[in-house]
Every structure is written in structure tokens, then in C-alpha cells.
């Protein structure tokens, strides 16, 4: 059974860092693209990154972009999401999912149960 777990999330002061994780169980995560994702309250969900299974592209949405990493760490069966220079705005619930698609056409069937981000002084 395939299982996505995250951690890492919490409290931060804006201008802060977070490093969250997304760890696997039951499949071999460097087969699979993995996505982050949030959702603050009353907002729809927003892909925030993708790393690709075929060559490990990544992809970020512009708002994230300079300030967020995600890497892969595939002797952990883990992705991690480096986050830098945090801002209020990127409060909200972090998942992450996984594809068997490349990045730019993955279809995200399994998913994590999320974990918080809350920045705020």
C-alpha cells in the first residue's frame, strides 16, 4: 500500500526556514514524481513544486520560486521541500503526492495527510 507521510511543519517568524519531508512506504519513491501542495484556509489548493521521476526536474510556482528547494533523497525514500524567507502568505496545510507521470502531466493519486505551516510573528 502506497503511503505518503509529512512532517516538519510549524511555527516560524516571517523571514524564517522550514525544512519539510515527505517520507514513503510501500513503493520506491524515486519512480514516482512527487508534488507539494498547499491550502490556507477558505483558498483552493495550490501546487507548489513537483520533482520529476524521469530526469528530476523541478518545478516551482512563481511565488515560492527563489525562496523554496525540493530535492530528493532516495537511500531515505524521502522528498524534502526546502523553505527559506518565509512570508504570512505561505501559512497553510502542506502535502505532498505522488505520480507515476513526469511532472507536467502527473495525475497525484496518492497523497499525505498534511502538515501545518503557520508563519507569523
Known amino acids: 500500500q502506497l503511503q505518503l507521510v509529512e512532517s516538519g511543519g510549524g511555527l516560524v517568524q516571517p523571514g524564517g526556514s522550514l525544512r519539510l519531508s515527505c517520507a514513503a512506504s510501500?513503493?520506491?519513491?524515486?519512480?514516482?514524481?512527487i508534488g507539494w501542495f498547499r491550502q490556507a484556509p477558505g483558498k483552493e489548493r495550490e501546487g507548489v513544486s513537483c520533482i520529476s521521476s524521469s530526469d528530476g526536474s523541478t518545478y516551482y510556482v512563481d511565488s515560492v520560486k527563489g525562496r523554496f528547494t525540493i530535492s530528493r533523497d532516495n537511500a531515505k525514500n524521502t522528498v524534502y521541500l526546502h523553505m527559506n524567507s518565509l512570508k504570512p502568505e505561505d501559512t497553510a496545510v502542506y502535502y505532498c503526492?505522488?505520480?507515476?507521470?513526469?511532472?507536467?502531466?502527473?495525475?497525484?493519486?496518492?497523497w499525505g495527510q498534511g502538515t501545518q505551516v503557520t508563519v507569523s510573528s
Open positions: 510501500g513503493f520506491t519513491l524515486d519512480y514516482y514524481s
Open positions: 503526492a505522488a505520480s507515476s507521470s513526469p511532472c507536467q502531466r502527473a495525475d497525484f493519486g496518492s
